[in-house]
């Protein structure tokens, strides 16, 4: 290992350290070795993820973000910090979305949808229908899927820079957003709930390590090991 990889590798693991603290399980190892030999489907599902997360983000943003619209308003400070946080993760999100698929054509993979994962559907049937409740589960799964995201880049990083020094760097460079994005939107939760929700924290994180851990039919980014 190089001087500078050293570095880097520090510097790297600082940034995921809130991280890897809140998750209840780190990535099974069964999991990286199927991505590993799965390149071009990891990075179509990747895609569509950073697609999803920007269009989840905008979502929010128009349901509590404008004054008077809708039938839950959120008070005008967290109205605009929501606005704030969720409009800067959009963007990025967007930037994310346009660097997978500058990656795809230099790799010849033809852009395509495919499946989703069980995943954000199983983690958002639990969120509750009612207000305020409503928006604080929306916010904690979207900590949760951010930081398992950041888990996830940091954990492939070892595994890629050898063969595939180029998707390495790109993941090292999402590590600083994607740790951020999370706190932002624990952040909100938090404030959302006026008062401690760490209930539905551990309830989210007791299911998402299920969904991690627990073979799946097929591999994705956010899916357990392949059967």
Not at 57 to 73: C, P
Not at 156 to 179: N, T
Request: glycine share 4%; hydrophobic share 40%; net charge negative.
């Amino acid at each position: 290992m190089t001087e500078r990889s050293a570095v880097a590798r520090h510097a790297d693991s600082a940034r995921v350290e809130p991280v890897l603290e809140f998750l209840s399980c780190r990535t099974p190892a069964a999991w990286i070795d199927a991505a590993i030999g799965q390149i071009d489907t990891l990075l179509l599902d990747h895609a569509a993820l950073e697609l999803r997360a920007a269009q989840q983000a905008q979502t929010l943003i128009a349901r509590y973000g404008a004054a008077g619209r809708g039938s839950y308003s959120v008070d005008s400070d967290l109205r605009l910090s929501l606005l704030r946080k969720l409009s800067r993760l959009a963007r990025e999100e967007l930037r994310h979305y346009e660097q997978v698929i500058e990656l795809l054509v230099a790799r010849n993979i033809d852009y395509a949808t495919i499946s989703a994962s069980r995943y954000a559907r199983e983690l958002h049937f639990e969120i509750r229908g009612t207000e305020p409740e409503r928006l604080v589960d929306t916010l904690i799964v979207g900590a949760i899927i951010e930081s398992r995201s950041c888990e996830r880049f940091f954990s492939l990083l070892p595994s890629l820079e050898a063969d595939e020094p180029r998707l390495a760097k790109f993941y090292g460079s999402l590590l600083r957003s994607e740790a951020r994005h999370f706190e932002d939107y624990l952040g909100l939760a938090r404030r959302a709930a006026n008062a401690d929700c760490g209930d539905r924290v551990s309830y989210f994180l007791a299911l998402e390590a299920k969904l991690v851990c627990d073979p799946d039919s097929e591999l994705r980014f956010h899916s357990g090991p392949p059967r």
